[in-house]
């Protein structure tokens, strides 16, 4: 849970940071106090989220209610991830780790040397 709240920090500290370097006046303007920057991370991190889930909302997947925590937290209903994208997600990282461990056994066999080293490597040393 720690980590979800770390992650999402980060990621809106991400956001502020990008639209102001791209936003923000060369010279004057205003500093932003500490809780003006707080505000602006936390509606980066709700947009972020809301984004995440749009496409699915739009899709009539998941209901557009969203309800915002106490915490700051978004929550809204699972669901539609659960079924759907939970199953296709560890589907895939099944494959890719199988694909993976195939790799790791012929990368790291051992090989025949050739026997015989080339004329150029050996007139090289």
């Known amino acids: ?13 991400t956001i502020v940071a990008e639209i102001a370097a791209a936003e923000a006046r060369d010279t004057g303007g205003l500093a932003a106090g500490r809780m003006d920057f ?3 991370v936390a509606c980066a991190v709700l947009y972020f989220e809301t984004m995440d889930v749009l496409a699915a909302m739009y899709g009539d997947r998941v209901d557009p209610e969203l309800e915002i925590s106490p915490t700051g937290d978004v ?11 939970v199953p296709k997600g560890e589907r895939r990282y099944v494959r890719e780790r199988d694909d993976t ?3 790791y056994a012929m990368r790291f066999a ?13 007139h090289a040393f």
């Open 101 to 103: 461990a195939e790799d």
């Open 110 to 122: 051992k090989q025949e040397s050739a026997g015989q080293t080339s004329a150029d490597f050996t």
């Open 1 to 13: 849970m720690r980590v979800g709240a770390i992650n999402a920090v980060i990621r809106g500290a």
């Open 38 to 40: 707080e505000e602006c």
């Open 75 to 85: 929550r809204y209903d699972h669901a539609f991830e659960r079924r759907a994208l």
